[in-house]
């Protein structure tokens, strides 16, 4: 008796003994539930030990006070009236008032650099105090903010469109820690709902830190959806199938389990819910309802050829459970991969993922035989969807092809083929930061709006060390950053960059009694006059604190991107180094591009180059895994690769046609959809192997019955993860949406490739080697036999 055999007769004899360690584990799980969190954070996609890591480490443990920013923005032609305008001020004091808020800069909080000439200092002044008296007065203001401060312009306001922006920079304990989340969703967001509501003002949110924010309640609200839409759909096909009840609660019973443990594995692992780790739920119900039909339909196969249901329920077990678990380990495989990806994220995601698809094998293989033994036989009419005329015609047309036409089915294998490498060779590798966000969601406009009207939310960094302290100040250093900024400013897709260099313009405007055309950088002979108002100046320690150490050795440069492809990004980024090595000598100046754009940048080539490592990996293992369950015959795992490489070339192709790019959120479906896609070759060539005994090693004999038999579970199983995944296409994220589009498209593609083309190349194997060798020892040479374990 085989180890199959023997787990069916343990598993049929000792039923409630397995019903109770399936309650006590599922109790466990659930238990852990409590650990399980949305992930608020977005981790860096590069690994810490990266060198573009390392650089942006460098320049926060200089200035550690960057991406702690939610914009706030108007624009209304009738802002500057008095009610309007003491609104939008109000507004930012009571946004200063909160604990968590570390300074604000608004209209209302705006300070005016003035010249002290009794004490030869500069002092801080309030632009405005207290209420707005009329709208003349507010229109007054307008000009004065507009017309004599250069300093705010792109930074506070538009100039060209009149819109006008409120910076809240959020103290570090808050900003780096949950802390931020309660503030923005239990304190900021009903403020400037109540603002919006009573003074009626259209007003604009966005900034990473709000974005992450907003992002994560959409998650939150769409793994409820997802998990009730995708056990809805695959219901549904069920019910096309099996046109009775019994199999829809059976399988709706497995996958819910396998959900709870899922969940539960992320608990007890401590993994956070991520945009990533957010799919898994879904992925178990649309992976685990196939291993449900297999089972459920060789069940009713066996009952209608012999009518003994001890047998059948045998059977079941013996006769499938190698396959079903092969092919759940070929998934998990595929899934697995993903931890040789140095990020985190991808980590969890292949971790949680890999136990998740074979805990739902363990329960399948546990509880379908236990619930039918609790059960009568099912009735001829049950099984009516057997002998289904439409579904048996689809098979004999299969067997018909298979038979007939090996050659059209090479032919157009090659076909597919040659057209794919053509749409491969048009596929481009790009991506940018905030692609994959909810498109109709009102953040998305938002960030929209901020770009056109202040040039981008993404900040890119620049540090400058000059290689010697107080160097940040030295007449040649501001002149060659102010050079630098004035070539980011030509560049439309970025913002005004803004330095210590906007500062010393503002020293010198303010030295000539804050005439604006004076906002230039003082000369060498205007230094002597204005240093010393700049070394007595108050508050000057907190004023240079964001742009410079306290060396002066080095000083930053902060500009924001619009949210551009990193093909677009590239680009930019050799143009500003062309024009940094070009204004900053090496010898004298280090100059480091970093920031939140850049390294998405570098985070996106690294993950596209280890995701494209996972992918060989993966069919490396698998292809190890085959050639070990088929006895060492290279010529079956080579057989079996064959159809699921196929399907994975035409969707790269159908991408490059499409224009569809290469970016992590796509590229992470070719190792999925190859574990999966590789399952239904190890169903058919395990019932070959079987046939192939059963019939003395007559191959063609062998390949029809094996297609006849398998052909209506591959077909059931593939419809029903081509829908199943075809349901992530109503998810918000780009990145889902392309994940549950292309992985439907590729499994529909293996379906046809594993139907066709892989019997007909079992066959053209059986043909190239008849003249070689006898019959029966070319089957023996595709299988070759061992001993039944």
Avoid: C
Avoid at 684 to 708: D, F, I, M, P, W
């Amino acid at each position: 008796m085989n180890f199959w055999a023997k787990l069916a007769g343990i598993i049929l004899r000792n039923k409630l003994v397995f019903i109770f360690l399936l309650l006590i584990v599922t109790g466990f799980f659930t238990s852990q539930w409590k650990y399980v969190k949305i992930s608020y954070t977005q981790d860096s996609i590069l690994p810490k030990d990266d060198p573009y890591a390392i650089e942006y480490a460098r320049f926060k443990s200089k200035f550690p006070n960057d991406n702690n920013l939610i914009l706030i923005a108007i624009k209304d032609s009738s802002l500057f009236t008095k009610d309007k305008l003491n609104a939008w001020n109000n507004l930012s004091n009571d946004l200063l008032k909160f604990p968590e808020v570390e300074q604000v800069f608004s209209v209302g909080t705006l300070k005016l650099l003035q010249k002290d000439t009794l004490n030869k200092r500069f002092v801080l002044k309030d632009l405005h105090k207290g209420t707005i008296q009329s709208d003349a007065q507010a229109l007054q203001l307008k000009h004065k903010l507009f017309d004599s401060l250069p300093f705010y312009e792109g930074f506070v306001f538009n100039k060209k469109t009149g819109a006008v922006q409120t910076i809240v920079a959020l103290k570090k304990s808050v900003a780096k820690t949950k802390k931020r989340i309660d503030f923005i969703v239990t304190k900021v967001a009903p403020l400037l709902k109540k603002y919006e509501d009573t003074d009626h003002l259209d007003i604009k949110k966005s900034g990473l830190l709000y974005i992450r924010t907003m992002n994560a309640k959409v998650l939150e609200k769409e793994i409820p959806f997802f998990i009730g839409f995708s056990l809805f759909v695959t219901a549904f096909i069920i019910l096309l199938f099996f046109r009775t009840g019994s199999p829809i609660y059976i399988s709706v019973l497995i996958v819910s389990i396998g959900v709870m443990w899922s969940f539960g594995i992320m608990g007890t692992l401590g993994y956070q819910i991520s945009i990533l780790t957010a799919i898994i739920p879904p992925l178990v119900i649309v992976i685990g309802v196939p291993n449900a039909i297999f089972l459920i339909n060789k069940y009713q196969h066996e009952i209608e050829s012999h009518g003994n249901q001890a047998r059948s329920l045998q059977r079941v077990v013996t006769k499938t459970g190698n396959a079903i678990l092969m092919t759940n380990l070929t998934t998990a495989i595929g899934f697995g991969t993903f931890v040789i990806v140095n990020n985190h994220l991808l980590k969890e995601f292949g971790i949680v993922a890999s136990l998740s698809i074979l805990s739902i094998f363990f329960i399948s293989i546990l509880l379908i035989p236990i619930i039918y033994s609790y059960r009568k036989p099912p009735k001829k009419k049950h099984l009516k969807h057997l002998k289904r005329k439409w579904l048996n015609n689809f098979v004999n047309w299969l067997a018909k092809t298979v038979r007939h036409k090996q050659r059209h089915i090479f032919g157009t294998a090659i076909l597919l083929m040659v057209v794919s490498m053509i749409g491969i060779n048009k596929i481009k590798v790009s991506g940018s930061m905030l692609s994959d966000l909810p498109k109709e969601s009102t953040f998305y406009k938002e960030i929209k709006f901020f770009e056109k009207q202040f040039g981008g939310i993404l900040p890119l960094e620049f540090m400058v060390d000059t290689k010697r302290k107080k160097g940040a100040f030295k007449s040649q250093t501001l002149s060659r950053v102010d050079k630098f900024q004035d070539n980011i400013s030509d560049l439309p897709e970025m913002s005004k960059p803004l330095s210590i260099v906007n500062l010393a313009k503002y020293g010198k405007q303010a030295f000539y009694n804050g005439n604006p055309k004076y906002y230039q950088l003082p000369s060498s002979h205007e230094r002597m006059f204005i240093l010393p108002y700049i070394k007595n100046a108050k508050g000057k320690a907190k004023m240079l604190k964001s742009y410079t150490d306290s060396t002066q050795q080095y000083l930053r440069i902060t500009t924001f991107m619009k949210d551009i492809g990193t093909d677009k990004m590239e680009q930019i980024e050799q143009y500003l180094n062309l024009k940094k090595d070009k204004i900053f000598p090496p010898k004298k100046y280090n100059v480091l591009m970093t920031g939140q754009a850049n390294l998405y940048l570098k985070g996106t080539h690294y993950l596209i180059d280890n995701l494209t490592l996972s992918l060989g990996f993966a069919i490396f293992l698998i292809f190890i895994f085959i050639l070990w369950m088929f006895g060492g015959s290279f010529k079956m795992a080579f057989i079996s690769l064959i159809p699921n490489l196929l399907p994975l070339l035409i969707t790269a192709g159908t991408m490059g046609f499409l224009h569809i790019p290469l970016k992590p959120s796509t590229i992470l479906i070719f190792s999925i959809a190859f574990g999966i896609s590789v399952d239904d070759t190890i169903h058919y060539l395990a019932k070959l192997r079987q046939e192939l005994k059963l019939h003395n090693g007559r191959v063609k004999t062998s390949v029809y019955r094996a297609l006849k038999e398998t052909g209506i579970s591959m077909f059931y199983t593939s419809v029903v993860l081509f829908f199943g995944f075809l349901t992530f296409t109503f998810s918000s994220y780009g990145g889902t949406k392309a994940l549950g589009g292309l992985i439907s498209f590729t499994l529909l593609m293996a379906m046809f490739s594993n139907l066709l083309l892989l019997p007909a190349l079992v066959l053209f194997m059986d043909d190239l080697f008849k003249g070689k060798k006898n019959y029966e020892t070319t089957a023996l040479d595709l299988f070759p036999e061992e001993e039944e374990k």
